[in-house]
């Protein structure tokens, strides 16, 4: 049972564009989530996160957009650059619960110049 | 300062052999997780560590898996009469609480021939 998915195992962008990054999950007990990036032979480095208190959070270039009554998140890169090409996980957890994050599945983002 | 590190980077083993694999955290990271990541699939949580807690064991795939964390410090992951389809990259990521983002170290590779 995949409680956190990443439908599109991939993603194409022209450099200066918007990426658009989605996440589904299902179970309606989650409340934090992060997206993390992965570079070829590299562990995952930590991008953004938001609480479910929120349904947007900014960083830069970088922006996670929550919607809780869909279970869906969504990570916003603008504008695109040829080094935001990598795999892109979200991950989500329940705070009061058991502290295990699922992770999704992946999507890699490749940003055409 | 020092990241998370793992070691070995690469592991080739034979089927049946027993391998342990090693990761040490931030300093002072007080949780500790050990995630598996098969070819084209996502991150699989294996196991959590939080201070002095019992560890939770839920993602551990058999009873050939085990992990042990001495104290706040050093973890191993010992995979016992290896399979072939354990080979996979062994990941490990310390964070200093649960809303922490996790640090991840640049992982494990397991090939089990």
């Known amino acids: 049972d995949q409680q956190v998915k990443q439908n599109s195992p991939s993603l194409s962008v022209q450099e200066g564009r918007i990426s658009i990054l989605n996440c589904d999950y299902t179970?309606?007990?989650?409340?934090?989530f992060l997206w993390y990036k992965k570079y070829p032979a590299e562990g995952p480095t930590f991008l953004i996160s938001?609480?479910?208190?929120?349904d947007k959070n900014e960083d830069g270039r970088f922006t996670v957009f929550l919607n809780k009554s869909a279970k869906h998140l969504s990570l916003h890169i603008v504008p695109s650059q040829p080094g935001d090409s990598a795999v892109y996980f979200c991950a989500a957890t329940e705070i009061s619960g058991t502290y295990k994050y699922i992770f999704g599945t992946g999507t890699r983002l490749k940003v055409l110049a | 300062g020092a990241g998370v590190s793992q070691s070995p980077s690469n592991k080739v083993t034979e089927k049946g052999k027993d391998v342990e694999l090693r990761c040490d955290p931030i300093?002072?990271?007080?949780?500790l997780y050990w995630y598996r990541q098969r070819l084209g699939q996502g991150l699989e949580f294996l196991i959590y560590f939080q201070g002095n807690s019992a560890p939770d064991k839920s993602g551990l795939p058999s009873d050939r898996f085990s992990a042990e964390r001495t104290g706040e410090s050093v973890s191993t992951l010992t995979i016992q009469r290896t399979q072939q389809e354990d080979s996979a990259v062994y990941l490990c990521a310390s964070s200093g609480g649960l809303t922490d983002e996790q640090y991840f170290g640049p992982g494990t590779r397991l090939t089990v021939t």
């Open positions: 300093s002072g990271h007080t949780a």
């Open positions: 179970n309606s007990m989650f409340d934090y």
């Open positions: 938001i609480s479910s208190i929120k």
